[in-house]
């Protein structure tokens, strides 16, 4: 049973940060491509950051590029996102996704809330 487990989000102020997690289970962590979606009221599911399965390639939005680093941790099969000088815009449910060539999962997301 494959499981991804998101933790971290709430609310924060704007300039503020938070570090998010995913936690996965059931899968061969190592070998799948990780990345954070996020989804606003209203909005489409954008792309908010990618890392290849060794952790060596990573990209961004360019809406986040500069404030957002994603990293992992296979030892501990958990994903990161670290989130700095948040905006309101920034706003969302942030979704973590695994995936191969074949095969996606997704978690079931975090809110985050950035107010002002």
């Known amino acids: 049973q494959v499981q991804l487990v998101e933790s971290g989000g709430g609310l924060v102020q704007p300039g503020g940060s938070l570090r998010l997690s995913c936690a996965a289970s059931?899968?061969?962590?190592?070998?799948?491509?990780m990345s954070w979606y996020r989804q606003a009221p209203g909005k489409e599911r954008e792309l908010v950051a990618g890392i290849s399965s060794d952790g060596g390639r990573t990209n961004y939005a360019d809406s986040v590029k500069g404030r957002f680093t994603i990293s992992r941790d296979n030892l501990k099969n958990t994903m990161y996102l670290q989130m700095n000088s948040l905006k309101p815009e920034d706003t969302a449910v942030f979704y973590c996704?695994?995936?191969?060539?074949?095969?996606?999962?997704w978690g079931q997301g975090t809110q985050v809330t950035v107010s002002s």
């Open positions: 996704k695994a995936a191969t060539i074949w095969q996606t999962y």
């Open positions: 059931g899968l061969r962590f190592s070998r799948y491509e």
